[in-house]
């Protein structure tokens, strides 16, 4: 789907996420969101702020899991990305804080297996996630799944790629700062979805778009694997969607 600019892109999922949450509502049912961070998805964030804001939308029945988080990180880093959806959503809507759950990054070695199985069965134990929000990172990451990921992996730790390390250099004030790991969510977890909306803005994403949409299916390119799902919009401005 391209829009036109990435700002109604935005508005556009934010919408679609809205009328979920109402929906479900209506049924007497939770809306369960699989969420990201990066600078993609902040505007729909800012959307879903101000349907709230207006008095438009309650996250009351909203279970929220997000798909990663650096190892080893402090949950009030600058950095973290706890710290991050705090900022740009959750300390502004009304979600129950025993509904967001986000990758622990502090944790130790010992600790994070049986947390990440654990992770998976919070997310089966609540009927899986409605609809998953994606970014991608220039390797072709979702969430932290670096190439080489399988298509069955789920919640682990994961080295990060070299490239997706330069990435974030300037937002940990050099690369050596970044950290080397992180725990993700799996590829075979988001593609467990019901609906993926995966989105991306600007002429620096249009070449991994490209490859995301028209390529081959491979490991070496995990975006390529949502091309297997049956339910798995690319939401696009015109310039992340100009090599397609
Ligand atoms: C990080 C996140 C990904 C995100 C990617 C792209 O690697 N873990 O979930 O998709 O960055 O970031 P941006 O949206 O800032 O381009």
Known sequence: IIHGDSDEASLSVANEIASLIKQKQEQG?????G??????PVKVYDYLV?????????????????????????????????????????????????????????LSMEEVRKYCEDYEEKIKNVGGIDIQVLGIGRTGHIGFNEPGS????????IRLDRVTRLDAASDFFGEENVPKRAITMGVGTI????????????????????????????????????????NCDFVLDEAAASSL
Request: net charge negative; aromatic share 8%; hydrophobic share 35%.
């Open 29 to 33: 049912t939770k809306a369960v969101l």
């Open 35 to 40: 969420l990201a961070t990066g600078s993609t």
């Open 50 to 106: 101000q349907f709230h804001k207006e008095g438009r939308l309650s996250f009351k029945n909203v279970i929220t899991f997000n798909l990663d988080e650096y190892f080893p990180m402090e949950p009030d880093s600058i950095h973290s990305y706890v710290r991050f959806m705090n900022e740009h959503l959750f300390d502004h809507i009304d979600i129950e804080p025993h509904n967001i759950h986000i990758p622990d990054g502090n």
């Open 150 to 157: 399988t298509l069955s992996s789920k919640t682990r730790l």
């Open 191 to 230: 593609m467990n979805a019901r609906k993926i909306i995966l989105m991306a803005w600007g002429e620096g994403k249009s070449n991994i778009i490209q490859q995301a949409v028209e390529g081959e299916i491979k490991e070496s390119v995990p975006a390529t694997f949502l091309q297997h799902h049956e």
